[in-house]
């Protein structure tokens, strides 16, 4: 949430705008996105920047909606394991789906992002992270909300990456995920009304707990929000975080 801005819409622009310029994207260059979800990013980057994209998500229905949503832009979705992802780009992003890998695969996981980028590309990681390598997702959220969900420490991170990357930048701003949180919460009551007889208190009081609870952590500073920006050989004079 730069200064000035007060929507989540625009919030969510300047983030993807703020991706698109820590790897320098250019007109025409290629970009893998590791667990694409919705598209998002590739839409962003393919419209804006003028990228040709293409991302991996296990979801057939995301990539469908992907796929209609941005028809006329230079989008592929493929429907995979992220390991299957094969291909070589100039740039790799990967935003809120490291949470899921599990702290067992992080070392496979950095090794295929090395795979997919060009020698003077970057790879720029967008991920949750907690303050202690031994903590655990809480019961409740695993339970309900995020199945085997992972959230990783910056040692596990670095432990990773050793002889793989070289970090050229680390940028946490978990606290600008408070009040997205509460704009979510504030999103999700105004459209209650619509979804109550469907979906019953029960529904409400679970996502309403999850959604401010989450807020109160990152408020607290006991959950972060980190972009990694990662380079394979060293960026060549250094590299400079975009103002």
């Given at each position: 949430?730069?200064?000035?801005?007060?929507?989540?819409?625009?919030?969510?622009?300047?983030?993807?705008?703020?991706?698109?310029r820590k790897i320098g994207l250019k007109a025409g260059q290629t970009v893998c996105d590791i667990g694409c979800g919705w598209g998002a990013f590739m839409g962003f980057a393919a419209e804006k920047y003028g990228a040709n994209c293409v991302g991996v998500t296990v979801s057939p229905d995301q990539a469908a909606y992907g796929r209609e949503r941005y028809r006329d832009l230079p989008v592929e979705f493929q429907v995979k394991d992220y390991r299957q992802f094969e291909g070589r780009s100039d740039h790799v992003v990967s935003m809120g789906m490291f949470e899921h890998v599990g702290h067992k695969n992080y070392r496979a996981y950095f090794e295929k992002a090395a795979s997919l980028l060009k020698p003077d590309?970057?790879?720029?990681?967008?991920?949750?992270?907690?303050?202690?390598?031994?903590?655990?997702?809480?019961?409740?959220?695993?339970?309900?909300?995020?199945p085997n969900?992972?959230?990783?420490?910056?040692?596990?991170?670095?432990?990773?990456?050793?002889?793989?990357?070289?970090?050229?930048?680390?940028?946490?701003?978990?606290?600008?995920?408070?009040p997205t949180l509460m704009a979510w919460h504030a999103n999700f009551e105004a459209a209650w009304p619509r979804f109550a007889g469907e979906l019953g208190e029960t529904f409400r009081r679970k996502w309403r707990y999850y959604l401010l609870s989450c807020a109160g952590a990152f408020?607290?500073?006991?959950?972060?929000?980190?972009?990694?920006v990662l380079s394979k050989e060293g960026v060549r004079g250094g590299w400079r975080r975009p103002q």
């Open positions: 949430w730069p200064a000035g801005v007060t929507t989540l819409d625009a919030a969510q622009d300047a983030k993807l705008d703020l991706v698109c590309g970057l790879f720029l990681l967008h991920s949750i992270g907690k303050n202690r390598r031994a903590s655990t997702l809480d019961p409740w959220t695993e339970r309900h909300i995020f969900g992972d959230l990783p420490s910056l040692g596990q991170v670095g432990d990773a990456l050793d002889g793989l990357f070289v970090c050229e930048d680390l940028h946490d701003f978990g606290a600008d995920y408070d408020r607290a500073r006991e959950l972060q929000l980190w972009q990694w």
